[in-house]
């Protein structure tokens, strides 16, 4: 056993000093800041709350900007060949309407066929579509599709005869065109 063991409580806090009146005086300003600190974390869960609605609000606005801005891309998609569209009516009509004559000579087909191109050409113009007709001109193969290579007089890999003509969509090739090209060292 140890000398102490045998002291009573009471004597031990003896010992120590007036631990009480000490406590007391340090709890007492804890007190009255306790309602001030309740209120300030209130107060700080109701920015936060705050904060939080406007991050929610701002999260599904970006979500509805983004909808939307799909939606319109597919509309665009969908409906970017309205224009074109249009104008090849007017070429349809033409046709069906020489279709339908019944006693048509040779020559009224021909300048009916002849108005009809105009009007495709036309809405060719309008739509960017540009025709690629490269005789005499140099071989591009981003450009022409070479069919066949024949001896010729003129300069070597020059076009010298158009099988079909080509198509550009505003600087696209859409369709190469088929082409015969002078063979080099003719």
């Known amino acids: 056993m140890q000398a102490n063991d045998n002291v009573p409580a009471e ?3 003896a010992a120590d000093g007036p ?3 000490t406590l007391a005086v340090e709890i ?9 600190l309740e209120e300030a974390l209130h107060q700080a869960q109701l920015k936060a709350d705050e904060y939080h609605d406007a991050w929610l609000r701002a999260k ?3 979500e509805n900007v ?4 799909q939606e319109d891309i597919s509309k665009a998609a969908k ?3 309205d224009r074109f569209a249009r104008e090849l009516l007017a070429v349809k009509d ?3 309407a020489a279709l339908a004559v019944e006693t048509a000579s040779v020559e009224s087909l021909r300048s009916g066929t002849e108005l009809t191109l105009k009007q495709l050409v ?3 113009d309008k739509s960017a579509l540009t025709e690629v007709n490269p005789l005499g001109e140099k071989f591009d193969p981003h450009r022409h599709q070479a069919i066949s290579v024949v001896d010729s007089e003129q300069e070597p890999n020059t076009v010298i005869t158009v099988l079909q003509k080509g198509y550009l969509l505003a600087d696209r090739v859409l369709r190469p065109a088929l082409v015969v090209v002078a063979r080099a060292g003719a």
Request: net charge negative.
């Open 122 to 124: 036309a809405a060719f």
């Open 11 to 13: 004597s031990n806090a």
């Open 60 to 62: 599904a606005e970006t």
């Open 66 to 69: 983004r909808r939307r801005a």
């Open 19 to 21: 631990e009480l009146p």
């Open 94 to 96: 033409s046709l069906e």
């Open 28 to 36: 007492g300003p804890l007190e009255g800041s306790v309602p001030s």
């Open 79 to 81: 409906f970017s060949v």
